[in-house]
């Protein structure tokens, strides 16, 4: 089997695990708003497809609401509704591509750690997938493993030296979220390190990019009435980005300054200990043989864009909310590295490929699909990560575990506080058929009858609050993940359920 072939054979395969595994990962706060997103988008291209000059004028209208991210993947999501809701379902059509990104994940690290060897280049994307907090993000119809994906194809594109296909595939990071704006700087200081041929030949490849917006232009309809405005919109979005607060060591972290090492640290907690441990080896072992000059042209760049994914994360002033998705690129450009130290350094690849990956595979196969609830062995697991007084979960996905009893305990019409789980999101539950279509969302404890509380050190209220509104303090049921709490219910006295 060919090299190509071997990269397309993980590629497949890591799509189609997303997707044998994606019915019992909840709705993410985000994916709501996409979901939304990309309905308005599908209502435009078959506007598009029988009036196409009315739905030329009416762009603003359907394309504004999520301006703060590019259009591309939203629109990919509007595509594969269109094309295979009928046959799969409206909520797994959404996620359809997310699906085929993580596919492009391993297929890109694949060619990247077959620079180094075979087995390198199969131990490379296993090494980036084998934690549950990288595998959950897999699954989700959001923007983190996209511009994971899209940085791993233009550092190929780049090594490779297509200016038409780099400036394609810069255009289509660009396209998908702003991480890419650190990509061009990233490519000109590695270009200026190589040797004088080499650099030569990178700097004439740089000027391609200058056609990459045209790839932003063209998938972002929104753009195309007064794009200077919109682009300011978007710039300033991120630029001035709300903090969400933390919680870090027992501290809620509500604003800047933030840790120093925050990134590095939350990844050694969250990630299984024998990857934790490789993936900081190979960051040292770049960086070690980068001031002895030894670094070759790839893991050179490796090392620039592994930096690049996670030093804006660093300077204390960026915002730090959603564990680890931020700087997944990180990850996975240190991976192949990663994998070249267990091919080199292990008495048996295979052996050694086991005792990394095991430890990976089991916290998957125990957490999933609770995902940002996933800690390491760092963190004595889920209840020591809850004892060290860090972040228990985010991003409302854990509420899937609490939906069957309220399907079969709610009577009819019942209004239900979902706390953090947005209205968009509750109705993907309902399009979905995991949430009863007659229960109703109430906008807080006081106006419901059940109220299912996720554990969130920056909403401690909301239990007192509880507590006072439906005069008790005994739930009714809850999601524990080693005995640790996650999302409790509390039903209204003399209602079904009610202790």
Known sequence: MSGKALARLLGFGTAAAMALTQSSVGFVRDEGYYFAAAQSYEAWLRLLWQAPLQALAQTERYWSYNFEHPGLIKLLFALSHLCFSSSVGDTLAWRLPAFAFAGLISYWLCLLGQSRSRAAG????????????TFFHGHLACFDIPICAMTAGVAVAWLRGGGPWLAFLYGLALSTKHNAWFLPPVLLVHALLLAREQRIAKLRLLPWLLLSPLVLLATWPLLWHDPLRHLGDWIAFHTHHVHYAWYYFGEVLRGPPFPLFYPLVLDALVLPLPIAALLSAAGVKLLVDFARRRLDAQRLLELGLAGAAVLPFMLRTTPIFGGIKHWLAF?????????????RIAPSPSLGALAALLPGLWQIAHVHPYGTSAYGELAGGIPGAASLGMQRQYWSNNVTAVLPWLNAHC?????VYFHEVNVESYRAYQLAGMLRGDLRYAPSPTNSDYAALQWHREFRDREPETWNAYGTRRPAFGLYLDETPQVI???????????
Do not use: H, K, N
């Open 489 to 499: 219910v509390y039903a209204r006295p003399g209602f079904p359920g009610a202790p």
């Open 122 to 133: 199969v131990l490379a994307p296993l090494l980036f997938w084998c934690a549950e907090r």
């Open 331 to 343: 990850l996975a450009l240190l991976s192949p590295e990663a994998a070249d130290l267990v091919v």
């Open 411 to 415: 009577p009819p019409g019942a209004r």
